[in-house]
């Protein structure tokens, strides 16, 4: 009977593996086109996501765009004011070092005066004048302001 008993079961375990082998391969079928939408996903997500960050830099493009077209406005308290970009009567406000150490000497006045002038610190102006840097486009803007300036008006803001 041993045999018997060992026949048997051999032949439980060799249907039971042939069952198996069925239900496994359906399973690893499903695994594999599951692994491949989930890739397609992921690429379409990237995708998604360039064409998001390239929308989002074109936008603020527009934006600024538009912002330098729009005329600036003339409110003495407006913040506004000072962010407006450096833009005149369609043609842009181009920095020149020389004219601000031309408008500093002919204020008679300091680096670090200049500078509570402009509302920066003393460095950024020596850094301006000597041309190794120059302003930002917010800057620019009171950098303009103070070269209209005359003597007067600037020493009455100084002593404000």
Known sequence: MTAFSESF?????????KENKEE???L??????????????KRD???????????TKALERAQ???????????SEDSPA????????????FVFSHEALVAKRQAFHMTQKEM?????VSPLSVYKWETGRVTPREAQLVRVREVLKMGVREARRQIAE
Do not use: D, F, H, Y
């Open 45 to 55: 997500i990237k995708a998604l996501a360039g064409q998001v960050r390239s929308l």
């Open 64 to 74: 600024l765009a538009a912002e330098r077209q729009r005329p600036p406005q003339r």
């Open 28 to 41: 690893r079928k499903a695994a594999t086109n599951q692994r491949a939408e989930i890739a397609a996903l």
């Open 81 to 92: 004011q000072e962010q407006a970009p450096a833009k005149q009567g369609g043609r842009a």
């Open 24 to 26: 496994m391969a359906s």
């Open 9 to 17: 079961r051999s032949e439980v375990a060799r249907i039971a593996r």
């Open 115 to 119: 500078a509570r002038l402009l509302r």
